[in-house]
């Protein structure tokens, strides 16, 4: 049984959290850090705990200090939204050997998803397809082998990575031997593990990610793809569903492959299974993510399930019984980010003007309000606009218009909300001929 849930971040997900425990009955617990005393979902849950000053590396990743809240809380759960500790199998392992209950994935799962060396052996056993690189992580003479064969352009990834962190691209065997050491280094300490592998760089793919769920009995079921080719500095910036880039036959190709891919590794929960795309249309396995994505809500919009909800159920024994999926029009989530739009640089800051977007088919998921202060520690991520649409057309106009509508302002504090009216308005997204280096292009 679950009763109580704590949820194990901050902000936009943590409101989006407790809103669906409310929904369900369930009472909840937020933790903060001194720097987010204020902040909305502290005000919203039935019970808050500080656990540490603003720096994240002392509370929100701090593992004793959430346990503690666990204990004094008396809760029975715990969500760890995404980011900080969601795919952590230590965190996972130790709320478990704690006798509570984790929403989300066992911990030797999150383990062999985390490590993407082990996640390509498992897709290669299904047959789904790789790029071409390495078998398996690399030194020097390994990496200029691998290169040799598989010919330059190549990007070094962490084994460990994630988020767009750890990645490098290598256009020649001098480049190669320059960042092979620092990327092995920069790993290290991002990740503690200093493993690397190499790939082949294709040039100008999309990116496309299936949303599964999974029970603890073996079933498992798609919710659709999603389109992410609008990123920046390998972070996405724009999602919709369904991808306009991919056909019936290809959207079953890669549905299947995900599921497969699921099964194969014993997969409870939310998660999503992520594809490349190039330019004949040929897909290759990339990652999973084991947790809840911050652009989940576009595959909610379109098939009116609640994931979050789905999150709870199964990790409370629930089997899945979604019978079938019906989707329905089109979705876009627009990233609204604390930030310079001119080099993406965090501009925190307090919120002086706040208008919200409104009217059939516009969702704002967010946790600011007039008066807060955006504080410089944390992801600048500060809401999430969600617009839908019968076709794709009609939801890029009102996409457009909750875009003229949205105000946020303050003494230094900048969003990208005009650039994200800027990007939707050219031909290429109009026409789906974006790509992941798209917004590199468009602003030189």
């Known amino acids: 049984m679950i009763k109580k849930v704590l949820i194990a971040n901050r902000g936009e997900i943590a409101v989006r959290v ?10 909840t617990v937020s933790i903060y850090s001194e720097a987010d005393r ?11 705990v500080c656990i540490g000053p603003a720096e994240a590396s002392k509370s929100y990743l701090d593992i004793p200090r959430i346990m503690s809240a666990i204990e004094v809380s008396d809760a029975d759960a715990v969500h760890p939204g995404y980011g900080f500790l969601a795919e952590n199998p230590r965190f996972a392992e130790i709320v478990s050997a704690s006798n509570k209950i984790f929403i989300g994935p066992p911990s030797h799962v999150l383990e062999l998803i985390g490590d993407k060396i082990m996640s390509k052996e498992v897709a290669k056993k299904v047959g789904i397809p790789l790029v071409p690189g390495s078998d398996g992580c690399v030194d020097i003479k390994e990496a200029i082998d691998t290169a040799n064969r598989i010919g330059y352009p190549v990007v070094i990834k962490a084994s460990a990575g994630g988020g767009g962190r ?14 092979l050491p620092l990327a092995i280094e920069e790993a290290k300490v991002a990740f503690g593990d200093g493993r690397v592998y190499i790939e082949k760089y294709l040039i100008n793919p999309k990116h496309i990610e299936v949303q ?5 009995y073996g079933h498992v ?30 959207r ?13 590794i014993g997969y409870e929960g939310a998660g999503t299974v992520e594809f490349l795309m190039d330019q004949d249309g040929k897909f290759y396995f990339m990652e999973m993510n084991g947790r809840i994505q911050v652009e989940h809500p576009v595959t909610e919009m379109i098939t009116g399930i609640d994931i979050v909800k789905w999150q709870i159920k199964i990790a409370r ?49 967010t946790h600011i309000y007039c008066g807060y202060a955006v504080p410089p520690y944390y992801d600048s991520l500060i809401a999430k606009l969600i617009v839908w649409g019968e076709d794709r057309k009609s939801v890029i106009r009102r996409a457009k218009r909750a ?23 050219t031909r290429e997204f109009a026409e789906g001929k974006h790509h992941i280096k798209f917004i590199e292009e468009m602003m030189v």
């Open 221 to 250: 079921i798609s919710l659709g793809e999603r389109e992410c080719s609008i990123q920046r500095r390998n972070q996405k910036l724009i999602e919709e569903a369904p991808s306009i880039s991919i056909d019936e036959v290809q």
């Open 18 to 27: 407790i809103r669906t425990c409310k929904e369900m009955g369930l009472k």
């Open 317 to 365: 024994g629930e089997r899945l019984n979604i019978k079938s999926v019906e989707r329905r029009g089109f979705a876009i989530e627009f990233r609204i980010n604390a930030e310079d739009p001119n080099n993406f640089m965090p501009t925190p800051g307090k919120i002086e003007e706040l208008y919200l977007p409104g009217g059939f088919g516009v969702r704002v998921d």
């Open 166 to 179: 750890g990645i490098r691209v290598v256009r020649n065997e001098k480049e190669l031997r320059e960042k």
């Open 212 to 216: 599964v769920l999974a029970d603890k």
């Open 38 to 48: 204020d902040c909305m979902h502290v005000k919203l849950a039935d019970k808050s």
């Open 252 to 264: 079953k190709q890669i549905e299947e492959a995900a599921v497969e891919f699921c099964k194969a």
């Open 403 to 425: 875009l003229e509508e949205f105000v946020i302002s303050g003494q230094g504090l900048k969003t990208n909300i005009d650039f994200h009216r800027r990007v939707i308005s």
